[in-house]
């Protein structure tokens, strides 16, 4: 049964996904885009639950700001970006490798939802991205980053970029640290085979300047990554409970 069942996740999940485009065709003609979020976050949502996801937040308390954050999660698969739109009720826009943007149908989709491209090869292009997502926080738009700048290889957290840490304190903006766990499990890298289960996202108490002033770049990454594994570690462990119970 699990082949079927994989078959039919990736079916309605591409489905769903070329509802989502068209609705990117057509509704920035007629509203802003603050004005259909509510349906690109309840397509989020479909989508994740296509791929097997059985979604808990917790911790949605620590986004009590009409404030720009940024937005800071582990990167598991290429369902991540639906799975936290879907479920982190803010207002936010991607910073995403500047080479996904020349991919068939996601780079499309990904201008056309603003989200802002970061080239790392070096030159001012990072910088640019920097500024483009200042100019964003300073809007009111939360900006979401994978600081690992790719998805994990084995399940585990891969070492963290500076650039999130870096546009918060440049920005002077909160920073929240968001943690997701079971996503490895129901759908991992490499593998086409959908395995539905848990998936918990955990909202950590947010960092606002007055908390990482006086620290450093390399500090203030290295605490937050460090509260993140705690988190992502606790979520692991209750999530394989229910998983062999």
């Known amino acids: 049964?699990?082949?079927?069942?994989?078959?039919?996740?990736?079916?309605?999940?591409v489905a769903v996904f070329a509802l989502m485009a068209l609705c990117m065709v057509f509704l920035p003609v007629f509203a802003?885009?603050?004005?259909?979020d509510s349906i690109a976050k309840a397509l989020s949502r479909?989508?994740?639950?296509?791929?097997?996801?059985k979604v808990r937040v917790r911790g949605l308390e620590n986004l009590d700001s009409t404030d720009g954050m940024?937005?800071?999660?582990?990167?598991?698969?290429?369902?991540?970006?639906?799975?936290?739109?879907?479920h982190v009720p803010l207002f936010f826009r991607g910073l995403e490798q500047a080479d996904h943007f020349s991919w068939p149908v996601w780079g499309w989709l990904s201008r056309r939802f603003d989200n802002i491209p970061l080239d790392r090869s070096g030159g001012?292009?990072?910088?640019?991205?920097?500024r483009a997502a200042g100019a964003a926080l300073a809007a009111g738009t939360s900006?979401?980053?994978?600081?690992e700048g790719h998805r994990t290889r084995d399940g585990g957290f891969g070492a963290f970029h500076r650039g999130a840490f870096r546009l918060a304190a440049r920005q002077g903006a909160t920073l929240v640290p968001i943690v997701q766990a079971g996503s490895w499990e129901v759908f991992r890298k490499g593998s086409l085979g959908i395995r539905p289960g848990p998936v918990e996202l955990t909202v950590l108490p947010p960092w606002p300047r007055e908390r990482y002033a006086?620290?450093?770049?390399?500090?203030f990454l290295k605490l937050v990554r460090e509260e993140m594994l705690g988190a992502w570690a606790e979520s692991r462990e209750g999530i394989a409970r229910s998983r062999s119970g």
């Open 1 to 13: 049964m699990r082949p079927l069942r994989s078959a039919w996740a990736w079916v309605s999940g």
């Open 32 to 36: 802003r885009p603050r004005a259909w």
């Open 46 to 53: 479909l989508l994740a639950s296509c791929f097997g996801m």
């Open 70 to 86: 940024v937005l800071v999660c582990n990167h598991v698969n290429l369902v991540d970006p639906f799975l936290l739109y879907g």
């Open 124 to 130: 001012g292009s990072t910088a640019g991205a920097l």
């Open 143 to 147: 900006i979401l980053v994978f600081p």
């Open 214 to 219: 006086g620290l450093d770049e390399s500090a």
